[in-house]
């Protein structure tokens, strides 16, 4: 395949940008599209570059007009993509935050619904094929009760159980 010239790339830019804001706006076949660019004009009458192929000065085919959307729709997937990535890791980053902050509380029931949250923020566990949880069915006569239960196994974890005394 050859590379394009920059004045080429120049005009395969703008021809989809054009594109991309009719496609948007407007419902129209591939074959309207090409006559709708071949018919955009300037303030002062003058063809718009990228509207009709320069080369021809006829509307650009069909076939280039439906490459050219399936390389926009491929972009704006990615930049979807990149978007998601971006937007998942800053909540990953404050759920980090929560997490630490409950910790230096002692407050497990929000670092549990933290951890939760990262969990289903990355899909863990949602298949169906997660190991039961051992703790699903334990009952508690109070909240205080769980959490002291779950600062007992945190420290046995951690094997802090020998170190210090946990109320």
């Known amino acids: 395949m050859s ?7 120049l005009t395969v830019d703008a021809r989809r940008r054009l594109a991309a804001g009719i496609y948007l706006r407007e419902s129209l076949t591939l074959e309207q599209l090409a006559l709708r660019l071949a018919t955009l004009t300037t303030p002062d009458g003058q063809a718009v570059i990228g509207g009709a192929n320069p080369e021809t000065e006829q509307p650009w085919s069909c076939d ?3 490459r050219d959307l399936k390389a926009l729709k491929k972009q704006w997937r990615d930049d979807a993509k990149a978007e998601i990535d971006t937007h998942t890791t800053r909540i990953l980053a404050e759920l980090q935050e929560v997490k630490r902050e409950a910790w230096a ?23 169906g ?11 508690y006569a109070s ?10 196994q945190y420290a046995r974890n951690m094997g802090l159980d020998r170190k210090l005394k946990v109320n």
């Open 3 to 9: 590379r394009k010239s920059p004045v080429d790339q």
């Open 64 to 66: 280039t007009l439906s």
């Open 105 to 127: 509380r002692g407050r497990l029931t929000q670092v549990l619904m933290a951890i939760d949250r990262e969990m289903k923020l990355l899909g863990i566990g949602q298949g």
């Open 129 to 139: 094929d997660e190991r039961p949880d051992p703790l699903e069915n334990v009952q």
């Open 143 to 152: 909240r205080a009760e769980f959490e002291r239960a779950m600062r007992e």
